[in-house]
C-alpha cells in the first residue's frame, strides 16, 4: 500500500521529478546531436525574427510552446526523418527527444505542457523564412569553428536535397576528390 502511496503523489504531481540528463547517457546520438548546438543564440536569433515579422501574440489561451523546444523538435525531424506526427509523439515518451529539446525534468502531471501538437509544429515552421535559415546556419557554423569542429576548409554547405545513401555527386564530393588527386600528384 504504500508503494502506491507513493506512486500516486508522483502521477499526481505532487512527487519528485525526473531528471532528464540523468536518463539520458552521454554517449546517446540525440545527446550528443543537441549538444553540438548553440540553442541560446538559434533561439535569439528566432524569438528576435519573429517578433519584427509577426505581431504580438494574445494572451488568451494556453500558453505558448517554448521556441526551443519548437525550433529543436523541427532540426531533430529532418535529422531522424520523421513525420511532425511521430516527433511529437516521440517528445511524449522519449527522454533523449526531451534532452534534445532542452526540457531539464519530467513530471506526470494532467497539464502535459511539454506536449506539442503536430499544428503547432507546422505554424512554426511556416515562420522560418530564407534570411532566417541563413542566419541559423550562419551561427551553427561559427560555433562550430569556434569549437574546433569543423575548419572553414571542409565547410561545405549542400543545398540542393537528396535522399541519404544517394550517388549523386555533389560539390563536396567534387571539392574532395579534387583535393586528394591533387595531394597524390604533389608527392614525389
Same mark, same amino acid.
Given at each position: 500500500? +504504500? $508503494?502506491?502511496?507513493? *506512486?500516486?503523489?508522483? @502521477?499526481?504531481?505532487?512527487?519528485? %521529478?525526473?531528471?532528464?540528463?540523468?536518463? /539520458?547517457?552521454?554517449?546517446?546520438?540525440?545527446?550528443?546531436?543537441?549538444?553540438?548546438?548553440?540553442?541560446?543564440?538559434?533561439?535569439?536569433?528566432?524569438?528576435?525574427?519573429?517578433?519584427?515579422?509577426?505581431?504580438?501574440?494574445?494572451?488568451?489561451?494556453?500558453?505558448?510552446?517554448?521556441?526551443?523546444?519548437?525550433?529543436?523538435?523541427?532540426?531533430?525531424?529532418?535529422?531522424?526523418?520523421?513525420?511532425?506526427? +511521430? $516527433?511529437?509523439?516521440? *517528445?511524449?515518451?522519449? @527522454?533523449?527527444?526531451?534532452?534534445? %529539446?532542452?526540457?531539464?525534468?519530467?513530471? /506526470?502531471?494532467?497539464?502535459?505542457?511539454?506536449?506539442?501538437?503536430?499544428?503547432?509544429?507546422?505554424?512554426?515552421?511556416?515562420?522560418?523564412?530564407?534570411?532566417?535559415?541563413?542566419?541559423?546556419?550562419?551561427?551553427?557554423?561559427?560555433?562550430?569553428?569556434?569549437?574546433?569542429?569543423?575548419?572553414?576548409?571542409?565547410?561545405?554547405?549542400?543545398?540542393?536535397?537528396?535522399?541519404?545513401?544517394?550517388?549523386?555527386?555533389?560539390?563536396?564530393?567534387? *571539392?574532395?576528390?579534387?583535393?586528394?588527386?591533387?595531394?597524390?600528384?604533389?608527392?614525389?
Amino acid at each position: 500500500m +504504500q $508503494i502506491l502511496r507513493y *506512486l500516486q503523489r508522483w @502521477l499526481t504531481g505532487r512527487g519528485p %521529478c525526473l531528471q532528464v540528463a540523468d536518463f /539520458v547517457p552521454a554517449t546517446h546520438p540525440i545527446r550528443q546531436w543537441a549538444d553540438t548546438f548553440p540553442w541560446a543564440t538559434l533561439v535569439a536569433a528566432v524569438d528576435r525574427s519573429c517578433a519584427q515579422r509577426f505581431p504580438k501574440p494574445t494572451t488568451r489561451g494556453r500558453p505558448p510552446v517554448s521556441t526551443r523546444v519548437l525550433l529543436a523538435l523541427e532540426l531533430l525531424k529532418h535529422e531522424v526523418a520523421c513525420s511532425d506526427e +511521430q $516527433i511529437c509523439s516521440r *517528445l511524449r515518451t522519449d @527522454l533523449a527527444v526531451m534532452y534534445a %529539446c532542452g526540457i531539464p525534468e519530467v513530471q /506526470v502531471d494532467g497539464a502535459q505542457e511539454h506536449f506539442v501538437l503536430p499544428e503547432v509544429l507546422a505554424h512554426f515552421r511556416s515562420r522560418l523564412d530564407a534570411p532566417l535559415m541563413a542566419e541559423l546556419l550562419a551561427i551553427q557554423a561559427a560555433t562550430g569553428m569556434e569549437d574546433g569542429l569543423v575548419r572553414p576548409a571542409h565547410l561545405v554547405v549542400d543545398t540542393f536535397p537528396s535522399e541519404q545513401g544517394s550517388q549523386r555527386v555533389n560539390d563536396a564530393a567534387t *571539392l574532395y576528390k579534387a583535393q586528394k588527386k591533387s595531394s597524390k600528384s604533389s608527392r614525389p
